[in-house]
């Protein structure tokens, strides 16, 4: 697959799937570094603009405290929409590089590049897993079920979504940055069999060699690669703007160095940019990580 990509960047400002609100400003506050132009200058064509134009709002809402799901009607709409555009421009042969929003959008994002890549593979970099269930949740944020409900376990709304689940099989997902598990969670891990590279397996084995381990799980014999990066994987210090901060994450050069060699690669087919929140933060610090990020993803070198 060529290195120069046609791109399409689609917005997707809605943070119901959060416990807190903000990260519906992380597609502006990205955009804002000057992120289009540098795709264009490392010589990507990119498209206009697309926007999800979720209900994200809290009034005449669906919190739904017998599902145990909070926000449930607005999440599986917004993702039913999110999931049309990303098989649209996957089916075509683009690029989607979708900007969240809460990390509930890859449940969107994925169930759509799941329509044209039948056996994608995952590199899903996260403080967190997002496996809970409804019976598994401490919060009822549905951003924290996602990868579950991908993976076929979990509400109808949320696995049925945008064609037949499950989405993904769990020998192709790869977890990356992890050091916040919920007990439910290390369940599935255990009982699926799920790929973990902990903080503490990346302290010892180095991001190189995770990596490389990381692309023969969801690189090889699969027909896809997406990156889903919840950036609140990268340490609080260097990415403060951010609802659910883990202390003990990647390193800013960590963090880039994953994503130099996920370009090298040359095996991404999309990508999608999570939890940025600009309210949480006063110099936009955190959007500026995310940009330069998905710079590296898409081609960018030091030299
Ligand atoms: N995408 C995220 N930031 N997820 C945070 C999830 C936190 C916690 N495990 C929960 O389920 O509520
Ligand atoms: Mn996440
Ligand atoms: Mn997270």
């Given at each position: 697959m060529s290195r120069l990509k046609t791109i399409t960047v689609v917005n997707v400002p809605f943070d119901l799937g959060a416990g807190r609100r903000g990260a519906a400003l992380g597609p502006d506050a990205i955009l804002n570094t000057g992120l289009i132009p540098r795709l264009t200058s490392l010589g990507h064509r990119v498209e206009p603009i697309r926007t999800v134009n979720p209900q994200n709002t809290t009034a005449g809402n669906s919190v739904n405290s017998l599902s145990g799901l909070l926000h449930l009607a607005e999440v599986a709409a917004t993702n039913r929409e999110l999931a049309h555009e990303t098989a649209a421009i996957a089916a075509s042969g683009g690029f989607p590089l979708v900007l969240g929003g809460d990390h509930s959008v890859a449940i969107g994002t994925i169930s759509g590049l799941a329509q044209v890549h039948r056996k994608l593979g995952v590199i899903w970099f996260d403080a967190h897993s997002d496996l809970n269930t409804a019976e598994t949740t401490p919060s009822g944020n549905i951003h924290g079920m996602s990868l579950s409900a991908l993976l076929g376990k979990g509400h109808d709304l949320l696995t049925g979504l945008g064609g037949p689940s499950p989405k993904l099989r769990p020998e192709h997902v790869v977890l990356i940055g992890v050091r916040d598990l919920d007990p439910g969670e290390k369940a599935l891990i255990a009982a699926e069999g799920i790929r973990c590279f902990t903080m503490h397996d990346i302290d010892r084995l180095g991001m190189a060699k995770v990596m490389e381990e990381a692309l023969r799980v969801a690189g090889d014999r699969t027909d896809g690669l997406h990156i889903s990066f919840d950036i609140d994987s990268v340490d609080p210090y260097e990415a403060p703007g951010t609802g659910t901060p883990v202390r003990g994450g990647l390193s800013y050069r960590e963090a880039h160095l994953a994503m130099e060699l996920l370009a090298e690669s040359g095996l991404v087919t999309s990508a999608e940019l999570v939890e940025?929140?600009?309210?949480?933060?006063?110099?936009?610090r955190t959007a500026k990580l995310a940009a330069e990020l998905i710079c590296s993803l898409l081609g960018e070198t030091i030299l």
């Open positions: 940025v929140n600009p309210t949480l933060e006063s110099d936009n």
